[in-house]
């Protein structure tokens, strides 16, 4: 396992570069000209409703889009140490994928082979991608487990699958992600399905690993609430593109597109005590990518949308007199756009 790495080292250089990445099914772009960047001890939280295209983004950085129905049409994905990812084998990806990026999906009965021991399972990833002996494997594979959490590791490696906890199969597949120390977790909504307590420990775990490993990490979600427990960047996609790019805390005190306003307006607090409340919903649904509204595709919508919103699709970029470090796809923000 790495060493513990030092905080003044881990945000030195960025793990994962994406550049104008656009992939398409069909004519439909369910990615469309995505960027964004993840350092060394960073969690990237990519946001947004279901067909925003956020899961599409993670597929297509791991190189899993269904080639038969699917593909990565444009852009360049570029991990640390192994340059353009976009074009290789699937060999070549195979490879990757494992030692170099670790997956944790959202339902861990679907990804864990329900006839073998946790414990096997965890301790083939090693061995397919390192050159190390089955029974320093499987002693490694008890090792991960503790390191997850798992009490009793050394006969919880002997268990199958449906022997254990939803959240203990969830710190499984994340002993899994991590058994080679990679560089880059990606993480696809792997607390959806877990209760609250469970859920903040899982977020804890991640969290933890991410600063012992130095790993990046890209977060997948749809939860704000999980946004501020672990991100430090946060991207908001909706229909496809990026809508609002900035860091954590800027986002969450001062959200910029209406589009970010409503879904943070939507997450639920605390009820007063003189009984519930209704929660604001943004009003609609997230358009057919097949047939996208001219314009800014969030405007139908928006309850701030004017006359230009219908004219033309606004860029990404800097907020006028805003911060450098953020990004806003709005005609709200374009210098003299709203006039």
């Known amino acids: 396992m790495n060493a513990m790495i030092d905080p003044a080292d881990v945000r030195s250089a960025s793990v994962l570069e994406v550049s104008g990445l656009e992939t398409?099914?069909?004519?439909?772009?369910?990615v469309d000209g995505v960027s964004f960047a993840v350092a060394r001890g960073e969690t990237l939280c990519i946001v947004g409703e279901s067909g925003s295209g956020k899961s599409a983004t993670a597929l297509s950085v791991m190189g899993l889009i269904p080639s038969g129905s699917g593909r990565v049409a444009a852009g360049s994905i570029r991990l640390a140490g192994h340059g353009e990812l976009r074009g290789l084998s699937d060999a070549a990806m195979a490879e990757i994928r494992g030692r170099a990026i670790g997956m944790v999906f959202q339902e861990p009965m679907t990804s864990l082979n329900p006839v073998f021991r946790v414990g096997t399972q965890i301790a083939e990833v090693?061995?397919?991608?390192?050159?190390?002996?089955?029974?320093?494997?499987?002693?490694?594979?008890?090792d991960l487990l503790r390191m997850v959490g798992i009490p009793s590791p050394e006969s919880r490696a002997q268990d199958y699958p449906h022997q254990l906890s939803g959240g203990m199969r969830q710190r499984v597949m994340i002993a899994m992600a991590i058994a080679c120390d990679p560089m880059l977790i990606l993480a696809d909504e792997p607390t959806t399905a877990l209760d609250v307590t469970i859920q903040a420990q899982i977020l804890a775990l991640i969290d933890a690993l991410k600063h012992r490993l130095g790993s990046g990490i890209v977060f997948i979600t749809h939860d704000l609430r999980v946004v501020a427990q672990i991100a430090q960047q946060v991207?908001?996609?909706?229909?496809?593109?990026?809508?609002?790019?900035?860091?954590?805390?800027?986002?969450?005190?001062?959200?910029?597109?209406?589009?970010?306003v409503g879904l943070m307006a939507s997450v639920p607090g605390t009820a007063p005590r003189s009984g519930l409340r209704r929660l604001p919903a943004i009003p609609g649904t997230v358009p057919n990518l097949a047939a996208l509204p001219k314009g800014c595709r969030f405007r139908n919508r928006c309850p701030r949308a004017f006359a230009l919103c219908a004219e033309a699709e606004p860029p990404l970029a800097v907020p006028a007199n805003g911060d450098p470090e953020r990004e806003v796809r709005c005609w709200l923000y374009v210098e003299g756009a709203a006039a």
Not at 235 to 260: F, I, K, N, S
Request: proline share 6%.
């Open 126 to 142: 090693m061995r397919r991608h390192e050159d190390i002996s089955r029974s320093a494997a499987r002693d490694r594979a008890v």
């Open 235 to 260: 991207c908001v996609m909706y229909a496809g593109v990026v809508v609002e790019r900035a860091p954590v805390r800027a986002l969450l005190r001062d959200p910029l597109h209406p589009y970010t």
């Open 24 to 30: 398409r099914f069909g004519a439909v772009r369910a």
